[in-house]
């Protein structure tokens, strides 16, 4: 079941990183620009964690506490 859940958060993580992506490169101002940017860290942080929980090890969510904490 654990399987089934960590698929489809990756699958919607890695979407939302897609759209940023988009929302970089098509954004009409600046701000939007580096909002979308600060997303994608955010959303990057997230599967960095999903992908421990995948693996079954900390040291993943020990890099990405590291990561968000700078």
Known sequence: M?????????????????????RVVRAPTKGDRILALDTMVINAIALLALFGILKGTTMYFEASMIIAMT
């Open 2 to 22: 654990i399987g089934y859940a960590l698929t489809f958060a990756f699958t919607c993580f890695g979407l939302a990183l897609l759209l940023n992506i988009y």
